[in-house]
């Protein structure tokens, strides 16, 4: 077909370029030509997701609270001159009066101290116990316990969840099916029961073997706490982490990385595993609510840490006693077990909506 | 011209795959009994429709599988023979032969910069002294396969598939293979695109001397790219030629019926031609049928099909036919064209 000339509409808005000619038109410098390349900012996956989670009003609340909770439990100890295992004493002599004081409440011994010498003794915040012990530094280092054992169970479950559910998932077929029948009976045993009868059993094995050292301060029961969520808790951890390996290693990539020759390892780890790392922290971050609570209600049965050491479930346990004089005692730890376990499940499911990208 | 050498030979390649069926395992026969040869620099493209195993013959030639039995020759080297149990390491070889896959989204990682991607077959091979090296040869890599330098730092989301595709090529690259398998590398892309992508194998191929084996379903793609086609059917190589050979003068009954589904872009001459509509399903790769495969949908199959597999046999240099009626077929054939 040739070309023809079609004939032109008078109606028509189209520029007439026959009107034109070269010297009408003026070459785009190369500044100009840049102005028309818009590069976006690269973002990764990473400020992608905290860039979502700073929009979310709740998730950025829960972060204000566990980080002014986490900063109290810090510094209060050293600016409080009470110990939590201290009964108070006014000039190394106890006081009959010093016992279950209110809110910001003095002794009769204190008050006349501080008359007598003009100094200012440290109020007692939260009043004191029934034995003359300043409550404050008891929840304060009750609320340390509870957080650092959510936080080391909840490492404890992730890492062995991870190296077992990732193995698991990726080499599949008869590794898998073995590994996941011993999950499946794991998951069929009493956690509860598991851990008093540990717990006895420990008491018994570990007598004085471990004084002066950390866990000594923890006691058996905790120790066993610990080893029963290291034997017990991570098999839904492992199950999900497995879950997730079964879908991602589908993924062509996969096979290209094999393909280009990566080994197993690599691949689980620079491959497989950063793809489901946002459901790891989710679940992290929904796991050490768990752990708290189960601390808490063991420490509530008298299977937690042992005396004199606090975590927020025994001083609620201690609290129970005198619940109708002295409610305060059980409010202000269940408070705080509240605060932390709403403020870390609102944090993750900010967490699993900023990060799963699933969801969009 | 068959005296040349072959860069990769591949004889009675089978390929099964065990299904559970109530207690007892079947076996899913993929690819059964598939041999072809590839010279260097040469393009065999392998058409069939979908879950003929076009995909499983490429990805078990790069061992991303365990053949079930055959022989794999590649650059004189034997790298797999069921008979003598020979069973090459394939870490040297994944230098040689690579992949190019056919979702340009799943084929890269999400998580991965381009550079990374790029690299990542250039760290596995340690195919650099420094990281100034490394970059250097990312970014002419990137520059081959016609990416701007500027997107080194992107991850692959941020691109269109055509993009992404050619980071894909680029990754294949990265080690100067010698033959690379592109396992319908342009289905997932537009037309406009996929003519972009298919001239850039092209101009690699003119440049570097690469072998490809092209699987792809779009016959029309393959007959522009191949310098030979194969054509595949539930597992089996059905006939093989040389692109205009096969074109031109089609002899199974399948590659008929293959060529009458390529649309024909002027409405007029498509309107005259006849479609040949094959009847029935694919039948099922478990239960394959007794003899020749195709035989349940065959318009010329007689008695002899069902008993015995037709092997490949020559009817003229290069060009090859499984079927047991060749003449009958090429004499109704005439017949029809003299009515």
């Known amino acids: ?360 | 011209m068959s005296e040349e050498k072959y860069l990769l030979e591949v004889e009675h390649l089978k390929q099964y795959f065990p299904v559970k069926e109530g207690f007892s395992k079947v076996p899913l026969k993929a690819v059964d009994d598939v041999s072809f040869a590839i010279k260097p620099g040469e393009t065999l493209g392998l058409v069939g429709e979908s879950g003929c195993g076009k995909t499983t013959v490429g990805r078990t030639l790069l061992r991303l599988y365990q053949p079930t039995a055959g022989r794999i020759t590649f650059d004189g080297e034997v790298l797999f023979d069921s008979e003598k149990k020979i069973d090459v390491d394939m870490q040297l070889y994944r230098k040689k032969m690579q992949m190019v896959f056919q979702d340009p989204y799943s084929s890269l990682d999400p998580r991965m910069t381009v550079e990374d991607i790029i690299g990542e077959p250039l760290d596995v091979h340690k195919l650099y002294s420094s990281k100034a090296e490394r970059r250097d040869k990312i970014l002419s890599l990137m520059e081959t396969v016609g990416l701007n330098a500027e997107h080194a730092m992107r991850y692959a989301h941020e691109f269109s598939g055509g993009q992404r595709q050619r980071i894909g090529i680029a990754r294949a690259l990265a080690v100067n293979p010698k033959f690379i398998v592109c396992d319908e590398p342009v289905s997932a892309l537009d037309v406009s695109i996929q003519a972009q992508v298919v001239n850039m194998f092209e101009e690699l191929q003119e440049k570097l001397g690469i072998a490809y084996l092209f699987i792809a379903h779009d016959l029309l793609v393959v007959r522009h790219i191949s310098d030979r086609i194969a054509v595949m059917y539930l597992g089996h190589i059905m006939e093989i030629a040389d692109s205009d050979e096969l074109n031109e003068n089609p002899i199974h009954p399948y590659t008929h019926s293959l060529l009458s589904a390529v649309p024909i872009p002027d409405p007029n001459i498509a309107r005259q031609s006849k479609r040949i509509i094959l009847e029935g399903d694919v039948p099922s790769p478990l239960k394959m049928p007794s003899g020749c495969p195709f035989r349940t949908r065959c318009p010329y199959a007689q008695e002899d099909c069902a008993k015995v597999m037709p092997a490949l046999k020559e009817v003229s240099p290069g060009h090859s036919v499984a079927c047991h009626h060749i003449e009958d077929i090429s004499r109704i054939k005439k017949g029809v064209l003299l009515n």
Request: glycine share 8%.
């Open chain 1, 1 to 360: 077909m040739e070309n023809k000339e079609v004939k032109k509409s008078f109606l028509s808005a189209q520029v007439d370029l026959s009107k034109f000619n070269a010297g009408n038109f003026e070459k785009a410098t190369d500044d100009e030509k840049r102005q028309q390349d818009v590069m976006g900012e690269s973002t990764t996956f990473l400020k992608d997701g905290l860039r979502r989670l700073r929009k979310n009003p709740l998730a950025m609340g829960s972060i204000v609270v566990l980080v002014a909770i986490i900063l109290v439990i810090l510094v209060a100890p050293h600016i409080v001159p009470y110990s939590y295992d201290e009964v108070i004493t006014v000039n190394g002599q106890r006081d009959k009066t010093m016992t279950n004081l209110s809110f910001m409440c003095y002794s009769d011994k204190e008050l006349a101290y501080m008359e007598e010498t003009g100094e200012d003794l440290f109020p007692h915040i939260f009043g004191t116990d029934g034995l003359g012990r300043d409550y404050f530094i008891r929840v304060i280092y009750g609320t340390r316990v509870s957080l650092a054992v959510g936080i080391v169970a909840a490492i404890m479950v992730v890492l062995i969840g991870i190296v077992y559910g990732s193995v698991a998932g990726y080499f599949g077929g008869k590794v898998d099916l073995i590994m996941m029948r011993i999950v499946d009976i794991i998951y069929s045993l009493p956690d509860m029961l598991i851990i008093i009868l540990m717990s006895v059993v420990l008491k018994e094995v570990l007598q004085g073997k471990l004084v002066g050292t950390v866990l000594d301060r923890l006691g058996t029961n905790m120790i066993s706490m610990f080893i029963v969520f290291g034997l017990l808790y991570w098999v839904s951890m492992a199950r999900l982490i497995r879950g997730q390996i079964l879908t991602i290693k589908n993924n062509e990539y996969v096979l290209a990385a094999k393909c280009i020759g990566t080994s197993n390892r690599k691949i689980l780890t620079s491959h497989i595993l950063p793809n489901c790392l946002s459901v790891i922290i989710i679940t992290t971050a929904l796991q050490i609510p768990s752990a708290i609570f189960t601390e808490s209600y063991l420490s509530f049965l008298g299977l937690g840490v042992s005396i004199p050491l606090s975590s927020l479930g025994s001083l609620a346990n201690d609290a129970r006693a005198g619940m109708q004089s002295y409610p305060a005692r059980l409010v202000i730890p269940a408070v705080i077990i509240c605060l932390i376990v709403l403020a870390l499940n609102l944090l993750g499911d900010g967490l699993r909506d900023a990060f799963d990208t699933k969801l969009d």
